[in-house]
T-cell receptor
Framework: DADVTQTPRNRITKTGKRIMLECSQT?????MYWYRQDPGLGLRLIYY???????NKGEISDGYSVSRQAQAKFSLSLESAIPNQTALYFC?????????????FGSGTRLTVV | GEDVEQSLFLSVREGDSSVINCTYT??????LYWYKQEPGAGLQLLTY?????DMKQDQRLTVLLNKKDKHLSLRIADTQTGDSAIYFC????????????FGKGTTLSVSS
């Protein structure tokens, strides 16, 4: 099994619908992240969490919310999806006590909003 | 705020060396990273360098860091068609690597 698992892998949804992207990890890392990738824009940080009671906004948090249900689970919600939220979404974990901080990325969720 | 800049495209011939450049703004970055993304795939960590190093070599990859100019480069020797991908430079920001900030990515195209 992958260390960081994202579900679903692909999703098509309609404008205005609420959608949740899920991320679970077996790394035992406290830190978890959600990034969004758009062609030509690289990866941009949406939200991050350092433990269950800690949630922080990233560069582009508007239109998104997150929930850290447990150390191993971090979900991203779009309350009312819009077409410009069509993107590839990555979840990641890290461990600041390890060399290079041990960033580990999931395989991504491709979301299309029509 | 923090920013990471890369050129968007690089085209080389098979067998040549490729050099991908990156500039960053956070002088307190502890680690700098290079990630590779092949078409339709996720992110693969290629290599990283600690901020107190000038150079790191790993097989065909050489990373050079000029901390004074906040400039990072990735050299790929003997570039192959399988090296065609998007390459992202990233810096760790904040205390103990709060998060990664990525550049927009450089698309490397290798022709035979």
């Amino acid at each position: 099994d992958a260390d960081v698992t994202q579900t679903p892998r692909n999703r098509i949804t309609k404008t205005g619908k609420r959608i949740m992207l899920e991320c679970s990890q077996t790394k035992g890392h406290d830190r978890m992240y959600w990034y969004r990738q758009d062609p030509g824009l690289g990866l941009r940080l949406i939200y991050y969490s350092f433990d269950v009671k800690d949630i922080n906004k990233g560069e582009i948090s508007d239109g998104y919310s997150v929930s850290r249900q447990a150390q191993a689970k971090f979900s991203l919600s779009l309350e009312s999806a819009i077409p410009n939220q069509t993107a590839l979404y990555f979840c990641a974990t890290s461990d600041p006590s390890t060399l290079d901080y041990g960033y580990t990325f999931g395989s991504g969720t491709r979301l299309t909003v029509v | 705020g923090e920013d990471v800049e890369q050129s968007l495209f690089l085209s080389v011939r098979e067998g040549d060396s490729s050099v991908i450049n990156c500039t960053y703004t956070d002088s307190s970055s502890t680690y700098l990273y290079w990630y590779k993304q092949e078409p339709g795939a996720g992110l693969q960590l290629l290599t990283y360098i600690f901020s107190n190093m000038d150079m790191k070599q790993d097989q065909r990859l050489t990373v050079l860091l000029n901390k004074k100019d906040k400039h990072l480069s990735l050299r790929i020797a003997d570039t192959q068609t399988g090296d065609s991908a998007i390459y992202f430079c990233a810096e760790s920001i904040g205390q103990a690597g709060t998060a990664l900030i990525f550049g927009k990515g450089t698309t490397l195209s290798v022709s035979s």
